[in-house]
């Protein structure tokens, strides 16, 4: 008998939730184990998944709840291993449009030029995501990466080219095309979202803690 394809799962969370804003807005959100259902039924069983997050230093019960459930074991919630990154701060002056490529000075509208602008990005996932798919190689047969990230390429040409598959579970927003040439079967959430957030008829209950 032919022994079944062992895939691991990377979640990018921020690439997640980004998505779930501009879809659902800030009061919906994807359920990860409708998520984790949705891809074990399209491209088959998952050995095993990974939340890489990054997150503020500041204590948050509602984010920590989530995260514990996050690792809850399969059917309760969604058996992911978490691992959380944090935050670097940096001061911003200026930003490009991405249409036309003009540069825009930015400023807070009550400071009167004088308050300073920082934007926080995450530290570390990335490399997660990376190193992660890199010290598995040995065990699993695909790759399954909710990221849309080109700077994981380096890594993911690695791996295919050593004859591991990559199946990517994103939205058509914000994936690279450099991910989506190498991908061995593409699943688009964006045509699952009943299964996603339970509405209309989709599969199971509502897991959300």
Known sequence: MKEAMRRLWLIDASYIHANNIALFGA???????????LIEQALGP??????????????NEGRDRFHNWLQTALPQGPNLIVQL?????????????????TR???????????HRLHNQRQMG???????????????????????????????ITH????????ELAVFSTGVSTE??????????LDDHVPALTGEAGGPGTDHRP
């Not at 998952?46 to 204590?59: K, S």
């Not at 825009?104 to 004088?114: D, F, K, M, S, Y």
């Not at 699993?140 to 890594?155: H, K, R």
């Open 179 to 188: 991910l989506q040439s190498r991908a061995a079967r593409v699943l688009w």
């Open 46 to 59: 998952l050995w095993r998944g990974y939340f890489l997050n990054g997150i503020q230093d500041e204590p």
């Open 159 to 166: 791996i295919t080219e050593a004859g591991k598959d990559l």
């Open 104 to 114: 825009v000075e930015l400023a807070c509208p009550h400071g009167n030029g004088q």
């Open 27 to 37: 009061n919906r959100r994807i359920d990860y184990l409708r998520l984790r259902q």
């Open 85 to 101: 990154y944090g935050l670097k701060s940096e001061r911003v002056r200026h930003a490009w449009c991405a249409d036309c490529g």
């Open 125 to 155: 996932v990335d490399v997660g995501l990376a190193t992660l798919a890199l010290i598995h190689q040995a065990r699993y047969d695909s790759l399954v990466l909710s990221s849309g990230d080109g700077d994981l390429i380096d890594a």
